[in-house]
């Protein structure tokens, strides 16, 4: 669904036969620098939804604060790691510098390639990453999707070859000096030599004047979620709170439907689609 006054779309979803809510993109919301975030909510209520929660770095867009005062709930959510020119040269850790050089010794090379002409291989890659993380919900992307996707502007595709075999393959997104990492798979072999190291460091070095989000792991910190946390720490330097922002539009059906619960579902929104194990 569109909104016109964010200038973004919102995807919006049944909770019954006669209620509706909506989620932001994944896996940040793209809103418009100068949207009026008031009307915003506004458009969404009058059609109907009754809840909304989206996940903002404030890179671009509106800042925190003027998020604060649109939304009621607003929750830390993830660390993204940064690479900030104005904070420093580049400089991954000598853990990284090394697999990178393994990697390059290995005879993997990564360059650009246009994202049409590796449809195929890149869906194999990612139906791996599906199977071998059981991916479900919003990132499981589907075929479809991703000829959708080679068709927006401000995509760049950056593959890691052994020979002629893609290994690895990484989408980012370009936009007003900001550069963010949208998705990622590696195949076996590209785990094996260490071709992720190789196409991160290529593709940092390619945007090397611009700010680059690498995205957030799936904690608050470095030590919650290590393999991933770890990663994409050896190559930043410098961390950004990505943060959830919700509002209830329908307070009377939001309130209804939270007392249908059995469970307490703790600090969680919306309350109604809580794991009944939360706490």
């Given at each position: 669904?569109?909104?016109?006054?964010?200038?973004?779309?919102?995807?919006?979803?049944?909770?019954?036969?006669?209620?509706?809510?909506?989620?932001g993109?994944y896996?940040?919301?793209s809103l418009?620098?100068?949207c009026?975030?008031?009307l915003?909510?506004e458009?969404?209520?009058?059609?109907g939804?009754?809840?909304?929660?989206?996940v903002?770095?404030?890179?671009?867009g509106?800042?925190?604060?003027?998020?604060r005062e649109?939304?009621?709930?607003?929750?830390?959510f993830k660390?993204?790691y940064?690479i900030?020119?104005?904070?420093?040269?580049?400089?991954p850790?000598?853990?990284?510098?090394?697999?990178?050089?393994r990697?390059?010794?290995?005879?993997?090379e990564?360059?650009?390639?246009?994202?049409f002409?590796?449809?195929?291989e890149?869906?194999?890659?990612?139906?791996?990453?599906?199977?071998?993380?059981?991916?479900?919900?919003?990132q499981?992307?589907s075929?479809a999707?991703?000829?959708?996707?080679?068709?927006?502007?401000?995509?760049?595709?950056?593959?890691?070859f052994?020979?002629?075999?893609?290994?690895?393959?990484?989408l980012?997104?370009?936009?007003?000096?900001?550069?963010?990492?949208?998705?990622a798979?590696?195949?076996?072999?590209?785990?094996?030599?260490?071709?992720?190291?190789?196409l991160?460091?290529?593709?940092?070095?390619?945007?090397?004047?611009?700010?680059?989000n690498l995205?957030?792991?799936?904690?608050l910190d470095d030590?919650?979620?290590?393999?991933?946390?770890l990663?994409?720490?050896?190559?930043?330097?410098?961390?950004?709170?990505?943060?959830?922002?919700?509002?209830?539009l329908?307070?009377?059906?939001?309130?209804?439907?939270?007392l249908?619960?059995?469970?307490?579902?703790?600090?969680?929104?919306?309350?109604y689609?809580?794991?009944s194990?939360?706490?």
């Amino acid at each position: 669904m569109y909104v016109p006054a964010w200038g973004t779309h919102v995807i919006v979803r049944k909770v019954d036969q006669n209620t509706l809510d909506a989620i932001g993109t994944y896996p940040i919301a793209s809103l418009a620098r100068n949207c009026d975030l008031v009307l915003g909510l506004e458009q969404l209520r009058q059609a109907g939804v009754i809840t909304v929660i989206l996940v903002s770095d404030c890179l671009f867009g509106p800042g925190d604060i003027a998020l604060r005062e649109a939304f009621s709930y607003v929750r830390p959510f993830k660390t993204h790691y940064l690479i900030d020119p104005t904070y420093g040269h580049y400089l991954p850790t000598e853990h990284h510098r090394y697999e990178i050089r393994r990697a390059e010794n290995h005879g993997v090379e990564v360059r650009t390639v246009r994202f049409f002409d590796i449809l195929d291989e890149w869906t194999e890659l990612y139906e791996q990453l599906i199977s071998r993380h059981q991916i479900t919900g919003t990132q499981r992307f589907s075929r479809a999707s991703f000829e959708a996707l080679a068709r927006c502007d401000g995509l760049t595709t950056v593959a890691a070859f052994l020979g002629s075999t893609i290994v690895a393959c990484h989408l980012w997104f370009q936009h007003d000096g900001i550069v963010w990492s949208h998705l990622a798979a590696t195949s076996r072999d590209g785990y094996k030599h260490g071709a992720a190291f190789a196409l991160h460091d290529y593709t940092i070095r390619t945007f090397s004047r611009e700010l680059i989000n690498l995205g957030g792991a799936a904690g608050l910190d470095d030590a919650s979620d290590g393999g991933l946390a770890l990663f994409k720490a050896g190559f930043s330097n410098r961390k950004h709170q990505s943060k959830l922002y919700g509002a209830v539009l329908d307070s009377k059906r939001y309130e209804a439907l939270c007392l249908e619960g059995l469970s307490p579902k703790g600090d969680y929104f919306p309350w109604y689609r809580a794991p009944s194990t939360a706490t």
